[in-house]
């Protein structure tokens, strides 16, 4: 029976699936279509140049010892590449190049280079806020490590960020996840690395962008058909800093993109920074496959700072700006704003301005005024002591009682509707929900909100637990 380009492949593919994970068969190899057997040469249409690239530097052995079990050594292996236009040719056009390490063929008309030779880094297209010959790292200076203040609550992230900046890409914390809720510091932090790798390694293409614009920039590539060039031009950086890759979620098309371009980089060692306002594990509508390598170096998780971080936050806005503000009045404001580090800064701003601008002294007084209003216009942030006390009193129960390990019935819905509550009402990992609610794992508060869903819909008595406590979160 005669072979055909159809067969060789298929007989080629069944070796290769069973030489590599499925994830990778189904990404790398499915899409290859055969087109043609001549003098014992296979021809293979790929979809991009990319495609090819990776196929050369990551496959090509197993591809050598597949085709060689099914044409023997004088086997061939040619790439047909389906590459968009970027020459002002409406028409389509492909292009031969030989597989590595074996015979060369005169390529067609159309020889454009695989990879970027120049040692000068050229933006391939334009890209809003980038220019379009010297690649700027968008970053921002005043961000620095100097005025990020360590405290209980930014501890481990700070320092995986310090661990980072000294040896981009050479940590284990590759990549680098900063999550927590809003006005914590995590764009902060993000700029401080970048700012720092910057002084330590000049010579680094460092680039912070926030997912929004990395979204937009990836629909217009795709709009003017320049997506190869958009994947190859993040391929060239040493450092990315996505800031917000929550808002990946749903975009099928850039999330495949992104895959891409993180393979890429990691494989070559370059350094990955990404920001999200939850734990990867917290995540909704972004791909398995990209949420695993989320996780292949470290989450560290930014939390609300505590009463000493907060003074030493604001002390030291006060020392940059060059104004003097009594202690007692510094204290007085960060008891009282306790939900981010943002605010925090805001109400200080607001006391400095309300006394210059109406010479005024800042007096406690003058504090309280501001910090009254300044808390009033705020949408209040329910926090997860809140939640508990909330409903440990309506359960006519202590704190410490929610949070024990007893399995009575009626203090383990309690425990139950603290976990769904702080869920619905905290931006927290669930991770982070468990450890301040009885020391419990994520999986528990996970079940635990699944519980909570079903007997909401199940049992009358726990509806009305549910829609009471809602309401005394809520007003």
């Not at 499925?22 to 296979?42: G, R």
């Not at 140049?49 to 060689?68: G, M, Q």
């Not at 002002?88 to 008309?109: D, H, L, M, W, Y």
């Amino acid at each position: 029976m005669s072979k055909t380009a159809l067969s060789v492949w298929k007989n080629c593919l069944s070796f290769i699936e069973d030489n590599i994970q499925p994830q990778a068969y189904k990404t790398w190899f499915e899409p290859i279509q055969p087109v043609k057997l001549t003098d014992n040469a296979l021809s293979i249409q790929v979809p991009s140049k990319f495609f090819y690239e990776w196929l050369e530097e990551h496959y090509v052995k197993l591809l050598k010892v597949a085709l060689t079990k099914e044409l023997g050594d004088t086997a061939k292996l040619l790439y047909i590449i389906k590459m968009e236009n970027t020459y002002g040719n409406k028409q389509p056009f492909t292009e031969k190049i030989p597989s590595a390490n074996r015979t060369a063929v005169q390529p067609q008309e159309v020889d454009v280079p695989l990879k970027n030779k120049s040692p000068e880094l050229k933006n391939p297209f334009v890209i809003p806020g980038i220019r379009n010959v010297k690649i700027e790292s968008q970053l921002n200076p005043n961000y620095n490590f100097e005025n990020f203040l360590e405290g209980d609550s930014n501890r481990l992230a700070r320092s995986a960020g310090l661990a980072v900046a000294n040896k981009p890409g050479g940590t284990a914390f590759n990549p680098l996840l900063i999550f927590g809720g809003v006005g914590l510091g995590k764009t902060h932090l993000a700029h401080a690395i970048g700012v720092d790798i910057k002084d330590k390694y000049p010579e680094k293409t460092v680039l912070y962008i926030s997912a929004e614009k990395f979204i937009q920039q990836y629909t217009d590539a795709v709009r003017k058909n320049n997506r190869n060039d958009f994947i190859h031009f993040y391929q060239i950086i040493d450092i990315l800093i996505i800031d917000d890759v929550q808002f990946f979620s749903g975009k099928a098309g850039t999330q495949d993109v992104f895959f891409h371009i993180f393979n890429h980089l990691h494989q070559n060692g370059k350094q990955i920074i990404l920001t999200s306002d939850k734990a990867p594990v917290d995540m909704q509508d972004i791909e398995q496959r990209l949420l695993s390598r989320f996780k292949w170096g470290l989450s560290a998780e930014l939390q609300h700072p505590d009463f000493e971080t907060r003074v030493a936050i604001l002390q030291n806005k006060l020392f940059r700006d060059g104004v003097e503000i009594p202690n007692d009045i510094v204290e007085y404001v960060a008891k009282n704003i306790k939900s981010n580090v943002r605010e925090l800064e805001g109400a200080i701003v607001s006391l400095i301005a309300q006394s210059s601008f109406n010479k005024k002294e800042i007096t406690l007084d003058l504090a309280k005024q501001i910090v009254e209003k300044f808390v009033k216009n705020t949408k209040r942030e329910i926090s997860i002591d809140y939640i508990q006390k909330v409903v440990s009193d309506y359960f006519q129960m202590d704190v410490d009682t929610l949070q024990s390990k007893t399995r009575k019935r009626h203090i383990v819905q309690a425990r139950q509707l603290a976990m769904f509550f702080a869920k619905k009402f905290t931006k927290a990992s669930l991770a982070s929900i468990g450890s301040q609610i009885g020391k419990r794992d994520h999986a528990t508060v996970l079940h635990a909100c699944k519980t909570v869903d079903n007997l909401a819909h199940t049992d009358k008595q726990f509806k009305k637990y549910v829609e009471d406590l809602q309401k005394k979160l809520t007003l």
